[in-house]
């Protein structure tokens, strides 16, 4: 089992930055794909980006592509979603998740989630 635990969310304003954490317990994270996720007040919860297992290549959203950058320190077991100039339209609840193999862009292929973590962008 994994169990995953995001921190770092908050309140923010438009244009600033923000990085959310994700760290792991149960068992190391270094075999497993990593993605984020979000999901608005009464929308469905959508893919934000996902790294490989290496960490050298990562997928984006079309939405947060050239403004949220996700990285991962397998040392630490944790990773980390740096989001700058952010939007009020990016404010969720922000998850990470794991999976055994193949980086994938649907929720339902991931098998361990955290409970995810506030993240406001005010106006």
């Known amino acids: 089992q994994v169990q995953l635990v995001e921190s770092g969310g908050g309140l923010v304003e438009a244009g600033g930055s923000t990085r959310l954490s994700c760290a792991a317990s149960?068992?190391?994270?270094?075999?497993?794909?990593l993605g984020w996720f979000r999901q608005a007040a009464g929308k469905e919860r959508e893919f934000v980006g996902v790294i490989s297992v290496s960490g050298s290549s990562a997928v984006y959203a079309d939405s947060v592509k050239g403004r949220f950058t996700i990285s991962r320190d397998n040392a630490k077991n944790t990773v980390y979603l740096q989001m700058n100039s952010l939007k009020p339209e990016d404010t969720a609840v922000y998850y990470c998740?794991?999976?055994?193999?193949?980086?994938?862009?649907?929720?339902?292929?991931?098998?361990?989630w955290g409970q995810g973590t506030q993240v406001t962008v005010s106006s």
């Open positions: 998740a794991a999976r055994s193999w193949g980086s994938s862009t649907n929720q339902y292929d991931y098998d361990y």
């Open positions: 149960g068992r190391p994270l270094i075999h497993n794909v």
